[in-house]
């Protein structure tokens, strides 16, 4: 039997929301698991692409080490079984260390498509938790799995809590995406593990501003939300050109914001109105004048989360 599930992008933080706020995107990954009928041909686990840089396809673990197959494992492990002979394919488009939620995506497709092989022995809020537990934080996998955007919690006892907000169509989200890439792992490590009263007081405010914003519409009060004091401001220096981005866009009436997207390095730049091109251009030049070529997309919320293809 096999299995293909098909899992959306995601953008992480979206400002102050560190480790909390999320939002699944159009851009896909496939992860095809096949239950092989000869026994003692172990784990076979192979990654196509059409358009990625194939250094980063190398990059990839295909032994024990993969994360979906450590995804995989978990929820074996969770009925009593282990994983014995599994071909795992994965199909990847969503581009790899950009902050686009590419290994949530993957560890997320994992556990779907063995999921169903399994005859779904975990249901959601299992697959939350154990996504996160892989991860390490929820904000990318709770959108890969229910679509949206999403507030997203781990609590003490491995239960991932998470409520939807429904975005305002008319805010469109330009996801601009650098040649260069951020493994997160540095991106986290440059994060201080103590922060300064204020700044946490600072991104609580936010993070409040955020939620009543998204939901009410409140472009004003959106302006304000977009901001954060707990992981950007150490980020700068791994992003070349987030701050002249955020700099030479601080004018533009129609910009509600300007974010890192996840650990980094795409920028997600927030706007209302219709003057995405000549903001595009801007976003694209200043990178250009730092030797950087980019990719900027206008994408809207995927609202539809991982789901079964066959
Ligand atoms: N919240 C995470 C971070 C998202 O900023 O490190 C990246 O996976």
């Known amino acids: 039997m096999k299995v293909t599930a098909k899992v959306p992008a995601t953008t992480a933080n979206i400002g102050p929301g560190f480790d909390c706020f999320g939002m699944a995107l159009p851009i896909y990954n496939e992860i095809t698991i096949e239950e092989t009928v000869m026994p003692g041909t172990?784990?076979?686990?192979?990654?196509?692409s059409n358009n990625q840089d194939e250094l980063d396809i190398m990059s990839i673990p295909t032994d024990k080490n993969n994360i979906v197959?450590?995804?995989?494992?978990?929820?074996?492990?969770?009925?009593?079984?282990t994983p014995s002979e599994l071909k795992i394919t994965i199909?990847?488009?969503?581009?790899?260390?950009?902050?686009?939620?590419s290994s949530a995506?993957?560890?997320?497709?994992?556990?779907?498509?063995?999921n169903e092989l399994l005859g779904r022995p975990a249901d959601e809020a299992a697959l939350l938790s154990i996504a996160t537990e892989v991860e390490?934080?929820?904000?990318?996998?709770?959108?890969?799995i229910v679509g949206g955007v999403v507030i997203s919690s781990q609590e003490e006892d491995g239960r991932v809590v998470y409520r939807k907000l429904d975005w305002p169509e008319e805010w469109k989200i330009m996801v601009c995406?650098?040649?260069y890439e951020l493994?997160?792992?540095?991106?986290r490590s440059v994060i201080p593990k103590e922060i300064p009263l204020k700044d946490a007081a600072f991104n609580l405010r936010r993070s409040a501003m955020f939620v009543h914003a998204v939901s009410t519409k409140d472009e004003k009060l959106m302006k304000l939300a977009l901001t954060d004091k707990l992981h950007q401001p150490y980020r700068m220096n791994l992003v070349p050109g987030l701050s002249e981005i955020i700099e030479n866009l601080k004018h533009e009436e129609d910009v509600l914001g300007c974010v890192l997207s996840g650990a980094g390095p795409a920028v997600l730049v927030i706007?209302?109105?219709?003057?995405?091109?000549r903001i595009k251009e801007i976003v694209k030049n200043t990178w250009y004048n730092l030797n950087v070529k980019s990719d900027v997309n206008i994408l809207k919320v995927e609202e539809k989360g991982a789901f079964i293809l066959n």
């Open 69 to 81: 197959y450590k995804a995989v494992e978990l929820l074996y492990n969770s009925i009593g079984q």
């Open 105 to 114: 995506s993957v560890i997320v497709g994992g556990l779907l498509a063995a």
């Open 183 to 187: 493994a997160t792992d540095i991106a």
């Open 271 to 277: 706007t209302t109105g219709n003057s995405q091109d």
């Open 42 to 48: 172990g784990i076979e686990i192979s990654v196509i």
């Open 136 to 144: 390490g934080h929820p904000d990318n996998v709770t959108p890969a």
């Open 177 to 179: 995406v650098p040649d």
């Open 91 to 101: 199909k990847s488009d969503i581009p790899i260390a950009k902050g686009l939620g």
